[in-house]
């Protein structure tokens, strides 16, 4: 069974910084694209950004520059690493796994997290 559980959420100021922690079970992330969305009440879930054996993709633009991704083969966790963060990155931040490249249809993944709260406010 794959599983991939989320940590690291939040409270932040604005300007600030937080890592968010994907901890993958069951799969080896290596075969596997693992892709970050975020969500707020009322709107879709929306892509930002996903790594996999052909590189990092983002699907935000306004997150370039200020994620990125990166991985601990040891500890079986990729990482979101989020710097200048502002009023629009409050979110709850969902880690996602899929078999091959990264895409930003999340109907495309088969393994979701439970998310993880990120609140950034003064």
């Known amino acids: 069974q794959v599983q991939v559980k989320e940590s690291g959420g939040g409270l932040v100021q604005p300007g600030g910084s937080l890592t968010l922690s994907c901890i993958i079970d069951g799969f080896t992330e290596d075969y596997w694209a693992i892709g970050w969305f975020r969500q707020v009440p009322g709107k879709a879930r929306e892509g930002v950004i996903c790594?996999?054996?052909?590189?990092?993709?983002y699907y935000l633009d306004s997150v370039k520059g200020r994620f990125t991704m990166s991985k601990d083969h040891a500890k079986s966790t990729v990482y979101l690493h989020m710097n200048n963060l502002n009023l629009e990155d409050t979110a709850i931040y969902y880690c996602?796994?899929?078999?091959?490249?990264?895409?930003?249809?999340?109907?495309?993944?088969?393994?979701w997290g439970q998310g993880t709260q990120v609140i950034v406010s003064a």
């Open positions: 996602a796994g899929r078999l091959g490249h990264c895409s930003n249809n999340k109907n495309e993944y088969r393994t």
């Open positions: 790594n996999s054996k052909h590189g990092i993709t």
